[in-house]
């Protein structure tokens, strides 16, 4: 969403708050995913996650895909069918943090975001790894735990206290 900050010459702007939706790609919530290490109530996900893509500005959502180091860059990777595409914003990564792709910090900080909200799977893999990586790039970063799939319940105990030692804030 959009605080506003005033600068030190007494100027009003606004700073953009920007929504990363993570890995909500068909292979993790679409329905020929593998139940089993998926588990996502898929419908209910991209439900929350569509609500949450709706309060933002369009140009404010960044939709970040996932293809592992050891995927051909040659077979296309898709957001779920469902989930409501915005905006041209779109990132791939090849590890888990999306900052490990140095074009979305690029282009985070040339919208002038502060502050970023993460939605999307899986909460102890991928999201708790772009939080982290969120807070290490110097963003004020929240994980939005109502539109976030998290497989193992139970391991997702220890991922949010150390997110949260690390300064990643629950919404």
Do not use: W
Not at 16 to 22: M, N, S, W
Not at 64 to 82: D, Q
Not at 103 to 126: I, K, P, T
């Amino acid at each position: 969403m959009h605080e506003r900050h005033v600068s030190a010459s007494g100027k009003v702007r606004a700073v953009a708050g920007c929504l990363l939706v993570i890995d909500m790609q068909e292979e993790y919530v679409g329905e020929g995913r593998n139940r089993r290490s998926h588990p996502y109530d898929a419908l209910a996900l991209i439900e929350a996650v569509n609500g949450r893509i709706a309060d933002y500005p369009p140009e404010h959502v960044f939709y970040v895909l996932n293809r592992f180091f050891y995927e051909s860059r040659k077979s296309p990777k898709t957001l779920v069918a469902g989930l409501d595409r915005v905006s041209g914003n779109v990132f791939e990564k090849r590890r888990g943090n999306a900052f490990t792709n140095p074009e979305l910090a690029l282009r985070l900080r040339a919208m002038d975001a502060r502050s970023l909200e993460l939605v999307g799977v899986d909460g102890n893999y991928c999201v708790a790894a772009s939080a982290l990586g969120g807070v290490r790039e110097g963003f004020q970063t929240a994980c939005n735990e109502h539109c976030i799939g998290t497989a193992n319940k139970r391991k997702y105990e220890r991922t949010r206290r150390k997110l949260a030692e690390n300064s990643v804030r629950f919404i």
